[in-house]
């Protein structure tokens, strides 16, 4: 009996090609179909006997091959893949493409995995390390670490960060450890195969590790949650954080979330943390975006959009004679630039990653490799100079605060928090 066999590629279709075959298939696994003239790579989906066999007959290419004995991704990474292409508008077939190295796409060769884990439904509930000194964190995410037997997944919002946290680890776990690629090319194939073999059962890495096929996947740590720096470049609005959550859940997998301040999603999402929250002393706001020009010049301090109940809270806490602190989890003057006319997002020449814009330096500075970008007069892409810019950061909000409250005199920015 011949079966129907649901086809993803990896290419933004919206939906899945089917096939037919004489057994069904496990879904995951690379499959060689026809399409048009051509020839693609694809991965099974799901499979049903076919009930008309003479609907398969004339209305249904048959699939070639099947390239794989066991599918290439794990069963976590596949429900992480599958969960994303249901959350985002193009689909499992987009993601699938920006999950995997080009290599594993073309049709290259990948041995079975020696282990085959077992995936729990539901992880545990995560755990926090919120401390100001980056060596307490570093220090409590390595205890973590050494007691993890199994593979480890950690996630910094930039290299320079991972650079700090893999100086620190010991010998024993550097040489257990990888730090995962920027980009493409054989550096990452190679990366990928030792991982999957779990050659490394330590990965480091910025947005693009969150994909690493880590076999047994049990503990998972997302260093300075609140950064937009774990943005991922490929799906805007999507941080990196959500989906190493989504996956810890999968694969059943620890998750610790940590920082110098937990991100305004946490704190209200979480009962442990908004349960020591003093009443009526924390309040939630949130950041508008400058409307007319990205050009800071552009722009008085006065111009520069706050809350409403922000100023009012803050006027009504200085008239009684106590002092107002203001927490945001965006350093630099801006988080994003994005073009009004065309609607794309100024990212990173060099690497695609989310850039971060300084004021003083007129300049941006890339969150994933660190390249510094000039401050663009028009949009790269079409040319118009209407520049929105978004997710105001300590610099922007420092500067409005200034002229709001220029008759307290006493407004201080810690400068080692602000770029």
């Known amino acids: 009996m011949l079966h129907e066999i649901d086809v993803v590629l990896p290419s933004p279709w ?7 075959f004489e057994t069904p298939l496990q879904e995951g696994l690379r499959v060689l179909v026809p399409l048009g003239k051509g020839i693609r790579i694809g991965f099974s989906w799901k499979s049903s006997a076919c009930l008309d066999p003479s609907r398969t007959e004339k209305s ?30 193009f689909g499992i077939g987009q993601v ?11 049709g290259q060769e990948v041995k079975p995995a020696e282990t085959t884990p077992s995936i729990s439904r539901q992880g545990g509930t995560p755990s926090f390390c919120y401390y100001p000194r980056e060596s ?37 776990l550097r040489e257990s450890s990888c730090v995962w690629p920027v980009g493409g090319g054989d550096r990452l194939w190679e990366t990928w195969q030792a991982v999957r073999r779990f050659e490394r059962k330590i990965v480091l890495g910025t947005s693009g590790a969150v994909f690493a096929p880590l076999g047994v996947l049990s503990l ?53 943390i908004a349960s020591e929250l003093p009443k009526g002393r924390v309040f939630f706001v949130q950041s508008p975006s400058l409307s007319r020009s990205g050009d800071p010049s552009f722009y008085s301090s006065r ?29 630099g003057y801006a988080g994003e630039l994005h073009c009004l006319e065309c609607g794309r997002t100024i990212l990173c020449g060099r690497c695609g990653g989310r850039t971060r814009w300084h004021f003083e330096k007129k300049s941006g500075e890339c969150l994933s490799c ?11 892409f079409c040319r118009s100079p209407l520049l929105e810019a978004r997710q105001l950061g300590l610099e922007s909000t420092y500067q409005a605060a200034l002229d709001h409250f220029k008759e307290e005199k006493q407004v201080f920015l810690l400068a080692e928090f602000a770029s």
Request: include cysteine; charged fraction near 25%; hydrophobic fraction near 40%.
């Open 14 to 20: 919206w939906t899945p090609l089917t096939y037919s």
């Open 60 to 89: 249904l290419r048959n699939l070639i091959s099947v390239l794989d004995q066991t599918p290439c991704l794990t069963e976590d990474l596949w429900r992480t893949v599958q969960w994303l292409g249901a959350a985002l508008p």
């Open 96 to 106: 699938l493409k920006a999950a995997c190295p080009s290599a594993l796409l073309n």
């Open 136 to 172: 307490d964190r570093f220090r409590m995410y390595t205890e973590a670490i050494e007691k993890n037997e199994k593979g480890t997944l950690v996630l910094f919002p930039d290299r320079e960060r991972l650079k700090s946290f893999y100086e620190t680890l010991p010998a024993g």
């Open 220 to 272: 998972v740590i997302v260093e300075e949650e609140a950064d937009p720096g774990h943005q991922m470049p490929l799906f805007p609005r999507l941080s990196a954080r959500s989906v190493a959550a989504k996956r810890a859940s999968y694969s059943g997998a620890s998750l610790i979330l940590g920082g110098t301040f937990p991100s305004s999603r946490v704190l209200l999402s979480s009962a442990v």
């Open 303 to 331: 111009e520069i959009p706050l809350s409403r109940k922000l100023l009012d809270e803050t006027r009504r806490c200085l008239k009684d004679g106590r002092n107002a602190l203001w927490l945001l989890d965006r350093k």
């Open 370 to 380: 660190g390249e510094e970008i000039p401050w663009p007069e028009v949009c790269p």
